[in-house]
C-alpha cells in the first residue's frame, strides 16, 4: 500500500523505520520541528533525518490544518495514513481522505489509558501490564476500532525507562500486523468499551511534585515512573528542592505525619507516608538515592545525617 506516516520522537522513527522495512511505500513523512519541551526533548530520534536518508518527501507542521499541506496529501494519493506520537489534532478531512483511512498507534492497552504519558500513568497506577495498540483513526482521539494490540507485563521493579523499551520494540509488530489485516481487504476491527476508558493529560512540573499524603507503595511507583531520562521526582527539604533517584516500601510501619524524616532501614532512610499516617498502619517509603539542588547525587544515608525534621511539598 501507499502509505503516508504522521509521526515525532522515537516512536514516530520507529514506526517509520517499520514501513521502510516492510512491503508498503512510503511516499511522504509529516513531521512536527523540534522543540525544547523537556518531555520532546527525551526519546527524540528524528523521524525527518530518517526519511531524509530514503528519500522521502518531508513536510514540517506543527498542526496538519493548512490548505497547502492538504493539496500535497491528495497529490501523493496514499491508500492509508500511519500516525504514531502525533502531537495535535488531525482534521477529518485529513484522516478520512486516504482509501482505507488512518491508522493510529498508540502506547497503551486502549480503551485504557488514552491521551499522554500512558506509560508513566500507568506505572504509578500500579498496572500489571502496559502495551501498544493500532486502531482506526475517528473524531474521538484515541477511541477509533482497535485492528492490533499486543501487551508486555509490568515487572515489580520496572521503571518508566523499562517500559519505554518493552514497548517501542511492539511497534513494529503492531504497525505492520495492523497493516497486513487492512491490506487483506478486512473492514471489521474490534470496536472499544467507551465505559472503560481512560484520557489523560500531559505531564509536567506539578505531576512530579512528591505528595506526603499519598501511601508509600504509589510513592515508590512514582519514583520509578520518573526514572532517568525523564525529571526526577522532588521534594522540599530545609527550603531546598531535593531530587527522589531511588526508594522502596518500608519493611516496618510507620506512624505519625506524612513527611517526617523518622527513621534508618537497611540501606534507606524512611519517611512517613499515607494521609492517614496517624494510624500507625502504614508502611513507609524507604528513600535510598537522592539528588540535591546543586546536582550531586548520594546515598540518602548519608545525605540524611540525622532523624526529625520533614520533608514537604513546597519550600
Known amino acids: 500500500m501507499r502509505v503516508v506516516m504522521f509521526g515525532y520522537q522515537t516512536w514516530g522513527h520507529r514506526t517509520l523505520k517499520a514501513l521502510l522495512d ?4 512510503v511516499v511522504m513523512v509529516v513531521t512536527h520541528p523540534k522543540s525544547e519541551h523537556a518531555y520532546e526533548k527525551i526519546w527524540s530520534d528524528s523521524v525527518a533525518e530518517l526519511a531524509e536518508e530514503h528519500g522521502v518527501p518531508v513536510v514540517i507542521r506543527n498542526r496538519p490544518d493548512d490548505e497547502e499541506l ?6 501523493a494519493d496514499p491508500d492509508i495514513i500511519v500516525a504514531n506520537n502525533w502531537r495535535t489534532w488531525i482534521p477529518p478531512r485529513i484522516y478520512g481522505l486516504p482509501r482505507h483511512g488512518t491508522l493510529n498507534v498508540h502506547d497503551s492497552l486502549l480503551p485504557k489509558y488514552a491521551g499522554f504519558s500512558p506509560l508513566i500513568w500507568a506505572l504509578i497506577n500500579g498496572e500489571t501490564e502496559v502495551g501498544v495498540t493500532a ?9 477509533g476500532d482497535i485492528v492490533d494490540q499486543r501487551a508486555v507485563a509490568v515487572e515489580p521493579t520496572d521503571t518508566a525507562t523499562d517500559l519505554f523499551h518493552k514497548t517501542v520494540d511492539l511497534i513494529a509488530p503492531v504497525t505492520i500486523g495492523a497493516l497486513a489485516r487492512i491490506a487483506a481487504g478486512e473492514t471489521e476491527f474490534t470496536k472499544q468499551d467507551r465505559s472503560q476508558a481512560t484520557f489523560f493529560h500531559k505531564r509536567s512540573e506539578e505531576d512530579i511534585r512528591i505528595n506526603w499524603d ?4 504509589v510513592l515508590e511507583r512514582l519514583v520509578r515512573a520518573q526514572s532517568a531520562p525523564y525529571p526526577a521526582a522532588f521534594t522540599f527539604h530545609k527550603g531546598k528542592r531535593l531530587e527522589i533517584l531511588a526508594a522502596v516500601v518500608s ?13 534508618r532501614e537497611g540501606d534507606g532512610v524512611v519517611i512517613v507516608a499515607g ?3 496517624r494510624t500507625g498502619r502504614n508502611h513507609g517509603l524507604a528513600i535510598t538515592r537522592v539528588r540535591t539542588e546543586d546536582g550531586r547525587e548520594l546515598p540518602a544515608t548519608d545525605y540524611f545525617t540525622s532523624m526529625g525534621g520533614y520533608l514537604v511539598s513546597r519550600p
Request: charged residues 30%; aromatic residues 12%.
Open 22 to 25: 516492510s512491503e508498503h511505500d
Open 70 to 75: 492538504f493539496q500535497q496529501l491528495k497529490e
Open 135 to 143: 486502531h482506526m483513526m475517528d473524531e474521538v482521539l484515541d477511541a
Open 214 to 217: 499519598w501511601p508509600a507503595e
Open 251 to 263: 519493611e516496618g510501619r510507620y506512624g505519625g505525619t506524612p513527611g517526617r524524616i523518622f527513621y
Open 275 to 277: 494521609a492517614d499516617a
